[in-house]
Structure formats: structure tokens, C-alpha cells
């Protein structure tokens, strides 16, 4: 919009834009969105900070490599649609990882305007960009030669979900399996309302179907159908189906009622609504006094929840300390914000409870933070002495995930770590041919971006591989009908009616 | 497992029901079309079922299915507002999603004489293991309890695969008395090699202590509140010779002499005050 490029020199003078995001009042009434996002002024203003590097770190800073500079000086010049196009073209999510991603330990930590004062807020422009693009027409059936491969994807989550963009893309016929009865995985049972609104992810989700993706939910691999008899009906198979597994603290007191996973409560609110109880038929306990044990991005997703629900008091209790917060800056500024106390360095050793068995409290110890341990990071010590009990009537555990062995003891010859995950070599495939993998379930818990990173970069091994092979499968004379059959149907869902544009 | 990925029919989304049986007072039959689950469903597995928008996933064991037609059957016991919304289906209508076929199947120990115990609507739940069983050759003896003579269902079912002793709380169908009586009897007369227990968590516990003196190994079908079915939520956790296991893919079938049933009766009762609420609500909004 300028007319003049601006010099190094003043774009240096713009200070970093804030997030515009809603009073702390009217956020603990509703499950609204926090950040409200970039006005197109603000927006303007923000990309005219980024100095559009000749070697732009920040894209190497992204697991998905998004041409940052690309789509940033798009903006600026407002050119919102040229914007899109390039951030489309490297990220099949842009709305939620706009939203959700660490940015602060990914591209806008290695922003160079971030070694002297503050980074360009990638972040929000994405968000901007992607939210920008949700209210246009977008030309999403982008004209490919169909390569006669099909391939299943299983698990709908965002790994899983950029995995049948790319493949789609490439002229591959993609089908997910999802397991709920709703895709997005994480995006849709995990991550609350507040920071990632599920219209937003549905909407993603439509436009891979508008795309040709196929999505069949309510089919459990491992289950409904095996690994094998997948493989023998696909060219290749990308199992993307995460570390679903909840992990418990195996202290006292788990059984107790009043006890969540954090797996549990975020999945009772968020997708099976049941913060609109007696709306919804699925029923939540609305804590008092929530305790929330862990420090990651799912324990302040959940403590914000019970906020949320009407909790007088949401505690998060974590063994090591602020630094060592594993959550997302913004979330534990939120969190700080809204209300939420924190109880660092305290470790808990039981959950205590009272004859009827509904819980009371969480017996707990102060810890110091002695030497790194495997994880890099100072091991708590419990202090000797400092027991105590918070009270509280709800614990939700929230210390992390593991292995889902529900697919891998259905496949008995698919090579799996002892920890239950699946082992991949440098292209993504799994010691079984055609049978790739990637995100948390070959890698163990992590974040939205990595999975899709994962997706992204195996479903290009995939398209290679499909490449160098002669189609074998689909001369089978069993697999043609099948193909036949379910490309002529539409989506299960409600809420992802198909866009019909399967052919 | 069927040869090839069974597909879905075509058209309106959701699983139509074809028929519903009123089998008991609260208690009704569903026969309902779902070629996936259908086509390679074994004995002892369920169904996650979640009638449309807004509705809860609850868990439902197969009762029976016919892979030809598509179509599994669901015994439904009217109890909360979900149960009471499905036991209104009327053929033709649908429902929205079912996911499965889930859990372990039935580990079936076919070799001499297996005793089956069920109570109420955990008869549905018992005999596609005893048909199961049957298949394999067992010499089956049933022990199906009620409250009453109209709450007595698949006796019928339980009779055409072996012996049956019905048993009701007044004495008006069968033996007048509990189920672990007439159990303690026939593990008095002759030696069983296994019993199988489905129904309320009071009658599968006093299952374990009526074996555990004859020591004969015991296997129930635990119904834990449930909420996703694959692993997920861990809201099934059951507690089985003093370790954690989830029921929806750990289960739902358990050794009994190890099962911590004091505090799965005790969790099942985690939304109580709440369910009362629901039901309320529905009949406002009705009313």
C-alpha cells in the first residue's frame, strides 16, 4: 500500500503490534476466543516491521517451512489473496497453527529483529492471512492429473490432515480413517474453544474435502479394520494416529471420582460439549477448587477450562519451576490474566479423599531443582519436610500421553520401540513396504506443527515411493469395487457435510 | 475379518434402524445396519453409539449381528435420557454414528462345562459369548437372573444353547432367589471348568466370591462409564489385581477374582446427581 518501499531504518522504529484480545471478564463467562486478531490496519503495520531477510531464518525456524517473507510482504503490499496463496501452498492448516504453534521457539525465535528488541509477530500474520481467507471463495480445486494411487491415512488429526493435502495435491485419491465422530483429533477433543475455535477447524476440514479428500469417520484401524487389510487395499498407508494414550502419575487416589486425564475433561468439554450440559447430554463435573497437574500446553488448556466451568479457584501444580513451563508464553500470560494460581516446584504424592470417595485434596511436596536429568532439564528434589494438601475437589492429571497400542497389537509384524512407538527410517516408512508414519506416534508427545511437519514432508516420500512403484493393489479385482463404491459416497458427519466434490 | 473393506451404503448418513422390540418394561431390542461393524464383529466386543448432535457416546455390547445383511443388534435398557432417546428410535430412523466393532474379544474357553451368569439386561451382553461358546462345542448351563418374570429377556436365546435356570428376586419366573445361590448350587453338583458373568456390578462381585471358594476361573464384562472407546479418555480405568486397565481396550473382559469392584460401582455413580438433572430437563423441554 505504500508507495514507496520503507527503509530498514523505519520499518526498525515500528514497535511490535499487541494481540487484541477480550476482557478477562467476558472471557471467563463463555468459551469465546481470546485473541480477537489482526485489524487490517495492525496487520499493514506489523509486516511492515519484517525487513524481508535475504536469508530468511525464520523459514528455517518452521517445520512446515512456510515462505514467511513471501507471504508477509504480501500483506503489506495488500495483496491478501497473493498472501494466502503462499502460505497455502506450504501449510494445509494456516488458521490453526496461526493459533497454536510455539512461535516464540520457532520462527520468531530465530527472527533477527528478536536478537536486539522484538520479532515480527508471525504468528498473528499467519492467523491474519488464514482467518482473511476464510471469508472468500477460495480456488481450492486446484486442477491435478489423478495418478491412479490411492492412498489411507489414518487418523484425522493435523498430521494426518496435511498428509492428504499434500497427497491430494499430487493427483493421489486420499482417504482418512477417523476414529471419533468428528475429525481434526487434537484440534477437535484437545484444544479448547477459547484458543482454537472448532468452526475454524472444521472449516479446514471442509476444504479438504471440497479438495477430494475423503474422510471416514467412526473407523477404528486396528478395530473396524487392520493394518493389513488396509495395505492390501491401498498403495500406501501413513498411519499419523498420535500418542492417544493418556499417562497417569501412578500415586494414590487416580480412582477416585473427581479424577480426570486431562484427555477426558478436555474431550467431555470440548467435544462432546457438555459445558452446555444439560443442552448436551454428556455430563462434566464442574470443580470448585480444580487442581490441574502439569505445565504443558494441555494442563493450561484444562485449568483454563475449569475456569471456564465456573471453578472458584484452578490451580496448576508443577514439580519444576516458571522457567521450565513447558506451555506456551501466551497461555501462561492468559493464564496469569484469568486468574489461574500456580503452585511450581511442588510434586504431588497422592490424591486424597473422603469416605464416599469423591476427592479432597492433593497431598503434595516442595521440590528444589537439582541436576539436569535425561530430559535436559533440572530434576525436582523433593524438600524434605514440606508436605502438604492443597484441597480441592477436582484433579485433572495433565503430565502427558504415550502409545495407543490399539493399531500396533492388531499388526503384529509392524516393528514398534518398547514404549509402543512406531519405528520409521529417514523417509517415513515403517519396516512393512507402503506403511509410513510420523507425528507423535513415532516421535512421542509433541506439538500441532511437528505432526504436520511430519505429514508434510512423508507425504512427499510417499508420492516418491508411489512414483517408483508399478500399481500392483488396484488390479486386484477386489479392490476396484471397493473404490467404486466409496467414492461414490458422501461424508458421515454433521458437521463436515461433503462438499461433493469428490470427482 | 471380512475378505475385503466393507463399505459403506450409500445416501443418508447415520445407521437406520430396522426394528425395536420392547423385550421388557425398560429394556428394548435395536437391530440396526452396520455393515462395518457387522462384517467382522466377535463375540464379547461393542459399539460406541451417539445418537446425533449433542447426544452422548455410549458404549453397547454387539448382542448379535448377521454380516450378510449388515446389521448388528443393540439391547437397550432405558436408565438415563441417552438410553431413553434411543429406546424411541422407530424403523426407519437413524442413527448418526456407531464406531466398532471395539474391545478385546471374548477369550472362549470351550473345554468341558461353562456356566453363564447374567443379570437383567446383561443378558444381552452374556449370549454372544454363550453362542460363542456353543459354536466351540461347550456344554453351556445359564443362569439368567431378573427381578421379575416381565424382566426376564432372552430366555429363549439362553434355552436353544443349553441348559436354563431362570432365577427372580420374587419368585415369579424360575427359582425364587439370586443368581449366585443357584450358581452355588450347580458348582456344588459338578465341576465347571469356567463361568462367564455379565449385569449389575453387586452381581458380578458376589459372582467372584461364590467361584472363588471352588476355585474355578471366572471372567465378567465390565461396563465402566466410557467416553471415546479406543484408549483415549481413560475414564474406563478399572483396577484388576491392584494394576490400572482401561476396559475399552484392555476389556471389557476381566479375570473377576482380580477386579476391584468396589470402586468401578463407585465411579459408575461419578454423574449420578447429574443424570437426574438431564432427565429433567428432557421432560421440560417435552413437557
Known sequence: ???????????MKIARQEMPSSDVRVRLGSFAEVNLGFTEQIALLEAQRCLDCKRATCVDGCPVSVDIPGFVVEIERGDLA????ILFADNALPAVTGRVCPQETQCEAVCVLGRKGASVAIGYLERFVADWARGQDRDSAVAMQPSGRRVAVIGAGPGGLTAADELTRRGHAVTVYEALHLPGGVLSYGIPEFRLPNEIVQDEVRRLEALGVQIECNVVIGRTYTLEQLRAEFDAVFVSVGAGLPVFLGIPGEGLKGVYT???????????RSYAFPDADTPVLHGDRVVVIGGGNVAFDAVRTALRLGARTATIVYRRGRTELPARVEEID?????GVLFQLQVSPLAIEGNEDRWVTGVRCVDTELGEPDESGRRRPVPIEGSERVIPCDTVVVA?????????TSSAPNLEITDRGYLIADDRGMTNIPGVFAGGDIVRGSATVILAMGDGKRIAGMIDEYLCATEVTVNSKPSASTVATESESQQSLTDAVPSVGAQQ | MSE???TRVPGTPGHEVITNTQLSLDVHKLVVRAPLVAAGRQPGQFVIVRLGDGAERIPLTIADSNADDGSIVLVIQAVGKSTNDLVALSPGDRIHDIAGPLGRPSDLVAEGTVVCVAGGVGAAVMFPIAQGLADLGADIITVLGARTADSVVYADEFTALGKLIVCTDDGTAGRKGFVTDALADVLDERSANVVYAAGPVAMMSAVAETTQPHDVRTIVSLNPIMVDGTGMCGGCRVTVDGKMRFSCVDGPEFDAHGVDFDELADRLGTYRHLERQATTHTCRSAG
Open chain 1, 1 to 11: 500500500m505504500t508507495d514507496q518501499p520503507l527503509s530498514k531504518r523505519a520499518r
Open chain 1, 82 to 85: 497473493a498472501a494466502a496463496r
Open chain 1, 262 to 272: 486431562a484427555n477426558e475433561y478436555l474431550t467431555r468439554v470440548n467435544l462432546m
Open chain 1, 334 to 338: 492468559h493464564a496469569e490474566e484469568e
Open chain 1, 399 to 407: 503430565v502427558g500421553t504415550r502409545a495407543n497400542p490399539l493399531l
Open chain 2, 4 to 6: 475385503q473393506l466393507t
